[in-house]
Structure formats: C-alpha cells, structure tokens
C-alpha cells in the first residue's frame, strides 16, 4: 500500500472550514483514500473514502486531485468537537489486511 | 456507536499474568483486526481475521496470540506481559475486506495496564 505524507499539526478557526492535505504520490490505480479521525484515545471513526472521483457526506467532503497524487479532507464548518487526530490511509481495494495509520495530522479548533 | 463491541473497557494486571481481550464485530461482518497504539507511538495493526481463518498478520509478539470464533467474535490473548504491553488495544471490523473499497469499523478499545 502506497505511504502518505500529512503535515503534523494545524488550527482550525470554530465556524470556519479545515482544509487537511494528504500527498500519497506513489498511489497506484487500483488503490483507495481513505480518511479517519481519532478523538482523544477513542476509536478511530471512520471520515470518508474515494477512489478518483471526489466525495462529500454529512461529516466531510474529499476532494482527489486527477493525478491522484494527492487529496484533500475538508470540514466545512469545524466545531470544537472537530478537535482530533486525522489520518489519511490509501489502502488497495483488493487488499486482505491491515489500514496502515501513519502519525497523522493533530487538528486544534479553537474559538 | 460503531457497532463494534469491546470488552473489558479498563483492565490492571500485574507483570508476568494473562489477559484475554474480547471483541463482537459489527452484526454481519466476517472480518476483525486487532490494533494497539501505546502513548509513544501510533495505532500498529496487529492481526486480522476473516471468519475464523487467521489472514493477515502484522507487528503481533509471540506472547500475544488472537483467535476468532465460529459466531465470528474474537478474543486477544496477552501473556507473560511486560510493563510496556500497556496500551490500548482496539477491535476492528468490515464485511469482507477483499472488496474494493472496503471499510473497517473500530471499537472503542480496551485499556490495559501493566504494573
């Protein structure tokens, strides 16, 4: 599975929306981003994932680039309880196995 | 709520005992992973089953040793454990993992620590 590249830290204004980059330059065709977040020693939830074409839910909106060498998560309107750790994974569809989780990115919403 | 169930949530236990953790998989999936992440480092993937057959396998000690069950729950079992076993540990599950754009759903973990 590809490895990816997040920047380590970043603040997010209350209200307004959080723009969290990913590189993952090595991906390969068949190969899926996905993105999860960690609140404090929680669970990791699962965020939003896509292959090509861009994505939005009710929580996150996931925009690829058309080489696919990168992508970027975006919360359109951050809340404090945004506040977490966010990790970008590219994993092969056909893969049996192990989400690699790499350091991710520390997201701080502040008011 | 993930649906993926996870007990006991805290555990304490003395070096060198044994502990079994348990996992019930969201109804419906036939997958589960084990996951730990320590304070000092990330979430390390640890062993991944898919109905009851072993699949994968990751950063897992020889002292630590996972099976799944024919009603697909799981259980991790930890020995001889060291101070530095401390950890969470965390369940995972999806439905088939071989499918292209699979997803995996995570527990809220099991706290274990070591004194």
């Known amino acids: 599975d590809a490895k990816t590249t997040q920047p380590p830290s970043m603040d997010c204004a209350e209200g307004r929306a959080a723009n969290l980059p990913c590189n993952h330059s090595t991906i390969s065709g068949n190969e899926y981003v996905y993105w999860y977040r960690q609140i404090h020693s929680q669970g990791p939830q699962y965020i939003i994932h896509g292959l090509k074409n861009n994505e939005t839910n009710e929580m996150a909106s996931l925009i690829i680039t058309e080489d696919r060498k990168s992508s970027t998560l975006i919360l359109p309107h951050a809340t404090l309880r945004d506040t977490a750790v966010y990790y970008c994974?590219?994993?092969?569809?056909?893969?049996?196995?192990?989400?690699?989780f790499g350091a991710g990115t520390q997201v701080v919403v502040t008011p | 709520d993930s649906g993926v169930t996870q007990t006991p949530k805290h555990l304490i236990t003395a070096t060198g005992q044994r502990v079994t953790l348990r996992c019930s998989p969201r109804s419906g999936d036939l997958s589960v992973y084990w996951y730990q992440q320590s304070l000092d480092q990330g979430l390390q993937f640890l062993i991944q089953y898919y109905n009851g057959e072993e699949r994968a396998k990751g950063n897992i000690l020889e002292r630590f040793s996972a099976q799944q069950f024919p009603d697909l729950h799981s259980e991790l079992n930890l020995s001889s454990l060291e101070l530095g076993d401390s950890a969470l540990y965390f369940c995972?599950?999806?439905?088939?993992?071989?499918?292209?754009?699979?997803?995996?759903?995570f527990g809220e973990g099991s706290w274990l620590t070591v004194v």
């Open positions: 994974i590219v994993r092969s569809g056909d893969s049996w196995g192990k989400f690699q």
């Open positions: 995972a599950s999806s439905v088939d993992p071989g499918q292209s754009g699979n997803t995996i759903y």
